[in-house]
Each structure stands twice: as structure tokens, then as C-alpha cells.
């Protein structure tokens, strides 16, 4: 088992940026590869982006390329997300969720944080 805590979401104005953090704690945080994905009302949760358990591969979605970037930190068991040139269609819950290395899907999930992105 695997719990993750999102932080450092918040209000903040078109072209601003936000760190996002996410914690974890239980199993050993370098087995798995990280996300995080978002979801604003009214629509599906999609993905942002990803980075491997070893933090040398990431991936990005197109929405966010060159304006996000995800890295993460064995030694504290976190993740992060750095948000730049944030525009109001980012506004959303941001979540991050973990994945067995193995595994063809996320099997843990945080409980999001909202980032409110004014125009």
C-alpha cells in the first residue's frame, strides 16, 4: 500500500506558476513509476505527465509541454510538478497517483489539489 499527499495548489493569475508536491509513504517509493493527471469540472481526469521510478524518462501531455515539468526525489519520497505560464485551462484538481513498475495501471491515488488558474 502506498499513500500519497498533494500540496501547493492554490489561486493564481494567467502567467504565474505553482509547485505541486506529492508525498508518499508505505511501500518503497523507488518501485514505482509517478504521475500526475487532473480534472477540471465537468470533465474526465486526463493525464499531465509522468516520470519513471528512476526519475530518467518523463512524459508530458501536449497541453503542457514546455510549460510543466514533473520531477521527483527518492531520498524524500516525493514528486513534484513545477507549473509555469499557467493558463486558465489548467484550472483543475491535480492528482498524483503511483504505478508498480510493472503494472499497466496506477494503483495508488492522492486526494488531489486544487489549482485555480484567474485570467
Known amino acids: 500500500q502506498v499513500q500519497l499527499v498533494e500540496s501547493g495548489g492554490g489561486l493564481v493569475q494567467a502567467g504565474g506558476s505553482l509547485r505541486l508536491s506529492c508525498a508518499a509513504s508505505?511501500?518503497?517509493?523507488?518501485?514505482?513509476?509517478m504521475g500526475w493527471f487532473r480534472q477540471a469540472p465537468g470533465k474526465e481526469r486526463e493525464f499531465v505527465a509522468t516520470?519513471?521510478?528512476?526519475?530518467?524518462?518523463?512524459n508530458y501531455a501536449d497541453s503542457v509541454k514546455g510549460r510543466f515539468t514533473i520531477s521527483r526525489d527518492n531520498s524524500k519520497n516525493t514528486v513534484y510538478l513545477q507549473m509555469n505560464s499557467l493558463k486558465p485551462e489548467d484550472t483543475a484538481v491535480y492528482y498524483c497517483?503511483?504505478?508498480?513498475?510493472?503494472?499497466?495501471?496506477?494503483?495508488?491515488w492522492g486526494q488531489g489539489t486544487q489549482v485555480t488558474v484567474s485570467s
Open positions: 508505505g511501500r518503497t517509493f523507488s518501485s514505482f513509476n
Open positions: 497517483a503511483a504505478q508498480g513498475r510493472f503494472s499497466s495501471k496506477y494503483d495508488f
Open positions: 516520470v519513471s521510478w528512476s526519475g530518467g524518462n518523463t
